[in-house]
Each structure stands twice: as C-alpha cells, then as structure tokens.
C-alpha cells in the first residue's frame, strides 16, 4: 500500500474529457467515493470508442445498454455481468465518443467495516430488477467475445462472498472488478451516476473518512450516495506499469492495463482462454466447426 496523505480536492470534469488510455494512467492514486466507502484506485483498464476498439463495449456503435458510455465524462458505466455481479467503469472524452477506463482494483481507505460487511455477505453485489446495462459476459467496457457483449470478468473478481468463518484480508476486499464494485456498494441503478457532481459539498472537507461519512449523510444539498472522484495521491510515473488488458480475446495485445507495481491489492493477470467445445455435443451435432 502507498503511503504519504490523501488529497480530498475532487477531481474537474475536464479530467475525463480526453482519451481512455490518457485518462487511465493518471486515475491511478485518485480516489473514488461512493457513500461511505472509498477506494484509491490502483489497477485500471482503458477501452476505446466505435470502430476503434475491437475489444470496448461501443464498438458496433451506441445501444440501449452502453448508452451511458456516449455521455457527458465522469460519469460511471455500470453493467451486470455474468448472471451474479457488476462492474465500473469511468466514461471518457466528450459527450457521444463512447470511451471509458474500467475499474479493476484498489485499496479500501474508508468505510472499511462496511466495505467488509459488503464482500462477505453471500449474494452481495447480486441483479436487482429493473432496467439497466445487463449483459451475457463480463469484465469491463469492453466486447470480450464475438457479438457486442462481453465473455469475462478478469480474475480474482468473484463477487460472491467467502466461506464462513473465513475474514477477507484487507488488500482482496477490492481487488478485482467485481470486488471493487461490491466493496463500493455500485448496483444498477447507479448506471449513469455522475462521479464530478458530487464535488460541491466537500469543499470544506479535508479528511478522506469524513468525506465517505458526509457522501452518506441524508442532509439538505448532499445527495445520499453520491459518488466523487477526489485527487487522493497520484502515483509515481516511475511506479506505473501497463501490459495487454485482462482476459479479452480481441485486440489481446493492446498494452491498455495500468497498474501501480508491487501494490498488493493489484489483481493477477490472466489472458483469455478460449472455451473448448463439448466433446459430446458436437458428436451429437455432426462435426465441429473451427
């Protein structure tokens, strides 16, 4: 974990209003807060617009489900995935580019208890009903497989949570995506919840922990679960590392993941490995198609 203070300043819009893979580098250190739980981000993934990115969500161009993703930036793009979590991303560029940088790890620097209470509730981070971004795969902004939805969520992300008696160590309770979105309590219905407008009610606040107490506070002006992206300590050039993202299979070897080397709350890398067919359901179909 890093060390040194946390800046509570939050974050402009025009911090966001640039290309995924400038943004991505630089939110890591930053810290997002979501109610009373915040997390300094330290691993991320950036994905592309329409056309440009084989791998983003926006590929083939805006739906109904990455709607979100066309927007104003600083907003966050959260989906379903995989039928049992969610993932969050940060939209990027100008409204109608289709950008974002997805959120894949980080440590917890408040709200800890409730971001623990969270990952060990078994269904934690679970589909509610209603509409929303749900998808038939996982992991990020990103088209994972053929067709426009995505096939994984990266590793170490199970958003389920442990076995009883078992305590998640501080450095797992966000490391993954899913993880990441549970610990920080985001669900559907915070699709499209703008992480900059938060900002105008911690101006006066210099403390990381009495931002997350004042995000959740039911008070006249602060919006109950706000979300707000803060400054928090930005890390080192010299600390930060990028390589291909995690387990997409196209455009596998675009270096789009950052992370900030030897922090512990990093995730593991794994690349894509194709599904094998079903040995006895393609005998049964005639011969397999390659």
């Known amino acids: 974990m890093g060390s040194g203070e946390l800046s509570s300043a939050a ?5 966001f209003d640039r290309p995924s893979h400038e943004v991505a580098p630089d939110l890591l250190g930053r810290v997002l807060v979501h109610g009373p739980v915040a997390v300094r981000l330290t691993e991320v993934e950036a994905y592309g617009g329409p056309g440009e990115d ?5 590929y083939r161009g805006k739906t109904p489900r990455n709607a979100v993703m066309f927007g104003p930036p600083g907003h966050l793009y ?8 969610f993932c969050a ?16 790890a980080g440590e917890v620097v408040a709200g800890i208890d409730e971001a623990r209470a969270r990952r060990m509730s ?10 929303g971004p749900a998808t038939t795969g996982a992991g990020s ?22 076995p009883r008696g078992r305590v998640i160590p501080d450095r797992d309770l966000a490391r993954g995506p899913a993880r990441l979105a549970v610990a920080l309590g985001l669900l559907r ?14 101006a006066e606040i210099a403390d990381i922990a009495d931002v997350a107490d004042a995000a959740d506070r039911r008070l006249t ?62 005998s049964v179909g005639g011969a397999s198609r390659s």
Do not use: Q
């Open 89 to 104: 991303n940060l939209v990027c560029l100008p409204e109608g580019f289709g950008s974002a940088v997805l959120l894949r």
């Open 122 to 131: 078994t269904g934690t981070g679970r589909t509610s009903t209603g509409t």
């Open 141 to 162: 902004a990103s088209s994972r497989a053929s067709g426009d939805g995505p096939a994984s969520s990266g590793n170490g992300s199970s958003a389920a949570g442990p």
């Open 189 to 202: 219905e915070h699709n499209g919840l703008d992480a900059i407008a938060g900002a105008s009610f911690i």
């Open 221 to 282: 002006g602060v919006p109950h679960g706000a979300a707000v992206m803060l400054e928090g300590r930005p890390a080192e050039a010299a600390s930060i590392r990028s390589g291909p993202r995690t387990g997409i299979s196209t455009a596998k070897d675009t270096p789009w993941r950052f992370w900030i080397d030897g922090d512990p709350t990093v995730s593991p890398y794994r690349a894509h490995v194709p599904r094998r067919r079903n040995a006895a359901a393609t």
């Open 78 to 85: 959260v989906y379903f995935t995989y039928g049992m979590h």
């Open 11 to 15: 974050l402009p819009r025009g911090f």
């Open 54 to 58: 084989p791998a983003a969500h926006t």
